[in-house]
């Protein structure tokens, strides 16, 4: 696959912090529609890599690529606009806003370019229908009023996808979306994202330490090792990957 063509895509990634290469001539290229995961051990480069991808970090050499376009200079702030979107991290919650409330200010602020109070109201009023359906989809839609403060800390892992999904993302980053959850609760997510993926018709990217969903949901993993990437395959070729197994299966 040709990174410059893909739904994301990455070309000859590269990102060092002094001397130390965290991030090593990585080629990615993410197929629209899929369900692509990024594993490898702690330190291999997984959040370095979606920091560039996002433009919160700018790479030391290499080209990011959005929809067959080059973005590698465009500022972070623009790409969730564009459909580039990374889900927003727990301590980005209004905590004293409700649930619903909190996808609903994502959602008008992404519809309204500018202020008018007619606008605002309108907005307001279809944010909110926005707001519920988002919800609902992510099984959140019985705890629309309450405080997101009181939510449990999967469920405000919940919350934070519905307020990515509330920016209208064509492809959706999603760092660890189950970590600190139990088995059931971990389950219960991989499902969502699956459920969501269809229903919102999303390009998929994900870091995930949880080997069986990775196994169970990805159309193809990349394997980071050291800031380069090992492999790239779907679970069946990962698994039988002996350096993989070597790198990071443990045998
Ligand atoms: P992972 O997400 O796979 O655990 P990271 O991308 O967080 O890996 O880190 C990759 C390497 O880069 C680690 O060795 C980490 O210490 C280093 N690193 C990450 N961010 C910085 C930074 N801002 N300054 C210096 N080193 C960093």
Do not use: C, W
Request: hydrophobic share 40%.
């Amino acid at each position: 696959d040709d990174p410059s063509e893909a739904a994301l895509g990455a070309s000859g990634l590269t990102r060092t912090f002094g001397g130390f290469v965290a991030v090593d001539r990585v080629d990615i290229a993410v197929r629209e529609g899929e369900l692509r995961s990024i594993i490898g051990p702690n330190g291999a480069g997984k959040t370095t890599l979606f920091n560039i991808l996002t433009n919160a970090l700018s790479p030391s050499a290499g080209e990011v690529y959005y929809d067959g376009t080059e973005i590698t200079d465009v500022p972070q702030h623009e790409r969730p606009h564009m459909g580039l979107v990374r889900s927003f991290q727990s301590n980005q919650l209004f905590e004293e806003q409700t649930t619903l409330e909190n996808v609903r200010i994502v959602a008008q602020t992404i519809e309204q370019g500018s202020f008018s109070f007619d606008l605002f109201r309108r907005g307001q009023r279809v944010a909110e229908e926005t707001a519920y359906e988002i919800l609902d989809r992510v099984g959140l839609a019985p705890l629309a009023e309450e405080e997101a403060t009181n939510l449990s800390h999967g469920d405000q892992r919940r919350l934070s996808i519905a307020m990515a999904l509330a920016t209208d993302p064509s492809v959706l980053l999603l760092d660890e979306p189950t970590s600190g959850m139990g088995p059931t609760e971990t389950e219960e997510t991989a499902a969502m994202i699956e459920s969501i993926q269809s229903e919102f018709d999303l390009t998929l990217l994900l870091i995930e330490h949880d080997m069986s969903i990775v196994l169970s949901m990805s159309d193809r993993i990349t394997v980071l090792n050291r800031g380069e990437v090992l492999a790239t395959g779907t679970p069946d070729e990962i698994q039988e990957n002996a350096q993989v197994q070597d790198a990071y299966l443990g045998g």
